[in-house]
């Protein structure tokens, strides 16, 4: 008897990407979100290959590697290694435009966590949050659209709590 769709091995990997993005976000020491942020990567790639993602895969991977890396250097760097890697990767596995919101989520998410800071991190992460719900909704990535809907939300609400606090001092 086949499994559900909901229970297949593919979207339990997501929903463990789901729990380990949402341990990720409850951490308060920065090593150990990069910590769990390395894991979620890791699952969510073994994830996006059962789902046949190639772009998605590849750009998991790479944001695994820049959570290791971002563990030790905040070197631009580094940073543009992590883009370049995501740009020539997305070049070479992308198969149609669709396939390309990881890649350009991954290179969002890099520039926000090496160059900015604050309100403007925050806003950029959330628009590489926004390209990655719309994959997944797409691919059909149940956990994975969970994790980024939280995210999305989540980033929302401490967006705007951070604007609040600037404009009342």
């Not at 994830?47 to 290791?68: D, Y």
């Not at 909704?137 to 967006?159: D, K, M, P, Q, W």
Request: proline letters at 4%; charged letters at 10%; one cysteine or more.
């Amino acid at each position: 008897m086949p499994l559900s769709p909901l229970f297949d091995p593919a979207q339990l990997l997501g929903y463990l990407a789901f729990a380990l993005g949402l341990a990720c976000f409850a951490q308060t020491d920065d090593r150990r979100f990069k910590f769990f942020m390395a894991l979620e990567c890791l699952s969510y790639a073994l994830h996006f290959a059962l789902l046949g993602q190639p772009t998605a895969v590849a750009s998991s991977l790479v944001s695994l590697g820049r959570s290791v890396a971002a563990l030790r250097s905040r070197s631009p760097w580094v940073a543009g290694f992590f883009i370049a890697l995501s740009l020539g990767l997305g070049a070479w596995l992308q198969t149609g435009w669709l396939s390309l919101l990881p890649i350009a989520a991954s290179c969002i998410g890099t520039t926000a966590l090496f160059f900015l800071q604050g309100v403007r991190m925050r806003l950029l992460m959330l628009v590489g949050t926004l390209l990655w719900l719309v994959n997944n909704l797409v691919v059909g990535s149940i956990g994975g659209s969970l994790l980024e809907a939280t995210i999305a939300l989540t980033n929302g609400g401490t967006i705007w709590r951070m604007f609040r606090g600037s404009r009342r001092r």
